[in-house]
Structure formats: C-alpha cells, structure tokens
C-alpha cells in the first residue's frame, strides 16, 4: 500500500522532475507569500502575476515557446509595473494595491490582445494554465536559480521587510526608504511569479504563494514557525497534487493548487469548530 506513496516518482522521471520544480517553488515562493499576507497584500499577487501576461505572449510571439525568452519577457514586464508602481506612490496619493490593480486590468487586457493576433494562441493559452508534469531541464534549471536568488534576497532582507511589514514608521527613522524597500520586495514578488509561471502558468501561480501563507498563519503564532509552516504546507500540497493528478489523470497544476486550498479550509473550518462548537 505504501507503495503508492513513492512508485510513481521512482518509475518515472517526469514526475521526478516535476517534484523538484514544486520543491523549488515551494523554499522560494512560500516565505514571499507570508511575507504579503503579514502586509495585508494578498490580492496583489493575482495583480503582478497578470502583469507578466504580456511579457510572456510578446516573447512567444517573437521566439515561439521558449522557456528563457518567455520568462525574461515575464520578468522585464513585471519589473516594469514594479517601477511605474513605486513611481505612482511617490508622486500620488496612490498606494500599491490600488496601482497594482489598474496596471493588473490593463496587462490582462493586453495579453489577450496579443493572444488573439497570434496564429498559435491555443499553445500559448495551454502554457498559460501550467503543466508541472512538462518541465524540461531548462526549465528546471530557471526555476532553481529563481528560488535561489529569492532566497538569498529575502535572507539578506529579512529584518528589513519584517519591520516595514510591521513598523513602516520606526524604519523611516531608521534611515530606510521605505518605497525603494517595497519596490525591491516586489521585484522579488515578480521574479518569483516568473519562475512559478513556468510550472504552473501565470493565471494560477498565485495560489502557491498565498494560500500556504494563510494556512500557516492560522496555524502558529510566532513568525517563524509561520514561515517554516508555510514552506512545509506548500511542500506537501505540491506532493499530494502531483501524487492524485497521477492517480486520476487530472490537470497537475490544479491539482497542486487545489490541495493547499483543502489545506487552508480545513484548518479554517477546525478554527470555526473550535471557536463557535466547542468554546476553545
């Protein structure tokens, strides 16, 4: 029976490597994904990830399906949204979500513009959605340096981006900039999305981000039990997702996404249990 568990890893590299991509995502996007939840944020990330749109059909256009154009076309339109958005919340009343939001709308909307003028839209429109289980080693390779690079970027950050998180003020006094701190933390979002769109497309990417974060912080108290309980839920949605998409032949990605969602709404519904059932 425990076989089950493993065999499929072991008789197939595909799988193998698709395992390694959702580890990969999981050291690097799950501690970014607390990190916006503790900055209340959350939405932002379906705005950035939309925001690489663009980029990617640009570079599908120009070089067909090539894992590194699309994803540096990904990364330069979202940088590029990075740097209009700090430039509007320094010279506007404008915060983050609200110009996320409007450059979200209109880079949806331009991709599918460029989509529809193509001739091999529906390749690009599968792309989109993700195929963890179609990662080649390039790919690989992409998503292991990003995980890396963010790594390393909040590591070096991480007091920093607690105490704007928590303290933007005492920061200010502290001689920081607090608009060049979040718009390095956002570029770190955007390269994240960038690796995760390769694996699981840049529609649903979001989700591994968010959804293990808001798992975890129901979970612990203490910031970091939160980030390693963050990290160790996307671990587990991205093995049990790809262990069912095996065994019942449904879409991976989804599939992944999925089971950190059944995550967050049973720990939710055993708060509620508790609270309202049992008095605890």
């Not at 506007?92 to 609200?98: F, G, M, Q, Y």
Request: aromatic share 10%; charged share 10%; glycine share 10%.
């Amino acid at each position: 029976m425990l076989e089950y568990l493993w065999d499929p890893f072991v008789d197939y590299g595909f799988m193998r490597r698709a395992l390694l991509g959702c580890v990969s995502l999981s050291l690097g996007m799950a501690p970014v994904g607390l990190f916006l939840v503790l900055r209340k944020m959350g939405l932002a990330v379906d705005a950035v990830s939309h925001t690489i749109f663009p980029g990617v059909a640009i570079a599908y256009r120009l070089y067909g399906f090539s894992t590194l154009m699309m994803g540096i076309g990904g990364f330069v339109t979202g940088i590029l949204v990075v740097f209009l958005t700090t430039c509007a919340v320094r010279i506007s009343v404008l915060r983050e979500e609200s110009s996320l939001a409007a450059w979200h709308v209109i880079a949806l909307a331009s991709g599918i513009v460029i989509v529809a003028g193509g001739e091999n839209s529906l390749d690009l429109l599968n792309f989109l959605v993700g195929n963890v289980l179609a990662l080649d080693d390039m790919t690989l390779t992409v998503m292991v340096l990003g995980s890396c690079v963010s790594l390393l970027m909040v590591s070096c950050m991480y007091r920093v981006l607690l105490l704007d998180s928590m303290d933007p003020g005492y920061l200010t006094l502290l001689g920081f900039s607090v608009v060049l701190v979040r718009g390095l933390f956002l570029s770190i979002v955007v390269l994240n999305l960038v690796s995760g769109f390769l694996a699981l497309g840049p529609l649903m990417v979001g989700g591994l981000m968010i959804l293990p974060a808001v798992c975890s912080r129901l979970l612990f108290s203490g910031f970091r039990g939160q980030l390693v309980g963050s990290v160790l839920v996307s671990l587990l949605s991205g093995y049990l997702g790809l262990l069912m998409s095996f065994y019942w032949d449904v879409p991976s990605s989804a599939m992944v996404i999925l089971v950190a969602g059944f995550l967050y709404i049973s720990v939710l519904g055993v708060m509620v249990f508790r609270r309202y059932v049992l008095f605890v």
